[in-house]
């Protein structure tokens, strides 16, 4: 089992729609999470940054960190043709100088006009 | 701010030529350096990370090699490609301390004839 996981997808939705993309993962001592989003032919770029529990907003974008469930997801409002691209999780443990996050396979969003 | 810089984007070379892709990172110091694989639909392979001048570590034993010969250039190379060398290259890089996330380069792809 992979220590992050996630639905290949694709996630298809209309323009407007609120996605909920989700992770999971299994390593107790991960602490601190990141969402990317990747279009095609490019490198992923760093969507958000979060740190234990709670959520954090930027913009259209929510990132929500479940720990008592290991659960972690992004939200994307009002969602846009442009947001259409793959997107990954990842996760770091706290402690322990670690530097190499785990990653999800990513998630394939389509959002269409 | 910093920046990343990754070149080639794309690169085609016949079996058992030699590989240089570079990588250079603007705006910070003593970043950590990362190499990564991504194959459609594996996610992301890390082949090699550096914290350091001339310090690296290799993730999975391959033809491939990696140097880091000033603070912020990160090299891959290969004296011999294999046709499953093919692939989209990533290079990254974090800060110095633990937990910070990752930022990736635009990538390289690279076909092996």
């Known amino acids: 089992q992979k220590e992050v996981e996630q639905d290949p997808g694709p996630l298809s939705v209309p323009e407007g729609a609120i996605v909920s993309l989700n992770c999971t993962y299994s390593?107790?001592?991960?602490?601190?999470f990141m969402w990317y989003r990747q279009y095609s032919r490019k490198g992923p770029e760093l969507l958000m940054y979060?740190?234990?529990?709670g959520n954090k907003e930027d913009g259209r974008f929510t990132a929500q960190v479940d720990k008592s469930s290991k659960y972690i997801s992004l939200f994307i409002r009002d969602s846009q043709p442009s947001d259409s691209a793959t997107y990954l999780c990842?996760?770091?443990?706290?402690?322990?100088?670690?530097?190499?996050?785990?990653f999800g396979r990513g998630t394939s969003l389509i959002v269409h006009p | 701010s910093q920046t990343i810089h990754q070149w080639p984007a794309t690169l085609v070379q016949p079996v058992g030529s030699p590989l240089s892709l570079e990588c250079t990172v603007e705006?910070?110091?003593?970043?950590?350096l990362y190499w990564y694989r991504q194959a459609a639909g594996r996610g992301l392979q890390l082949l090699f990370y550096?914290?350091?001048?001339?310090?690296i570590s290799s993730e999975v034993p391959q033809n491939l090699s990696a140097s880091r010969p000033q603070d912020r250039q990160f090299i891959l190379s290969s004296k011999k490609l294999l046709l499953s060398d093919s692939g989209f290259y990533l290079c990254?890089?974090?800060?110095?301390?633990?937990?910070?996330?990752?930022?990736f380069g635009d990538g390289t792809r690279l076909s092996i004839l």
């Open positions: 979060t740190y234990s529990s």
């Open positions: 390593n107790s001592a991960f602490q601190y």
């Open positions: 550096s914290v350091g001048i001339g310090q």
């Open positions: 705006g910070t110091s003593n970043p950590n």
């Open positions: 990254a890089w974090s800060g110095g301390t633990g937990n910070q996330p990752q930022h």
């Open positions: 990842a996760a770091l443990p706290a402690s322990g100088g670690s530097y190499i996050p785990t």
